[in-house]
């Protein structure tokens, strides 16, 4: 199966995709996190990109369709995989598509994940991640024992330097009007399924199986 997630940042894209990892044995690729990888080991893609990334932007769509695509040519995908952050632009899309085209495969599925505004702000700022091994907190909902120190590794917890107030607004913005015409183009594909994640999980979860192909 092949899917890709699409939902605002703070969706909680995350966690639906832990899920349907779990779920389907698919793997689970977020450009986010390869492009914080990249930033981690200061490679060229990683130098270039955290510009954009720190202050809320996109990353050019060149430079991230170029990252991706070498990404699914690894043979861990070649069965299917679960796009998370990606695609972000019409543009993007298209690339995929092109590269779906050339490998005889298509897209099953594009599930948005929605929640409704007021949530976002709150699951955004509240967001803590531990620099070390990478699990998520969240202040006001799913907080570290020790408020600041991560549960599984001890280390102290950071906060995004794109989860800044401020930053936030401006990602939110960018989504409106560069990834939410996604929804339409994958409507007249007519593989666009929702889900709304504002409730518990075990919900979030239910409405899972129902839109996802057994
Ligand atoms: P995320 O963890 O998905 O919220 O991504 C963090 C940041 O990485 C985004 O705010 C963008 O700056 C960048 N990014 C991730 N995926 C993409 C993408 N598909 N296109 C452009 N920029 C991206």
Redesign the pocket.
Known sequence: MRVVLLGP?GSG??TVAEKIKELYGLVHI???????NCIRQNTPIGQE?KV??DR??????EL?VRM?AERLDNDDCADGFLL??????LD?ADALEALMNKSGFSLDVALNVSVPDRMIMERLSGRRVCPECGATYNIYSQPSLEPGICDVCQSELTQ?P?DKDATIRH?LD?YAVRTAPLLDYYEQQGILRSIDNSGDLAATFAQLKEVLPQ
């Open positions: 940042p894209k995350g977020s450009t986010g996190d390869l492009f914080r990109a954009f990334i809320g932007d996109l990353v050019p769509d991230t991706l998370d952050g990606f695609p972000r632009t993007q995004r794109d990602r960018t």
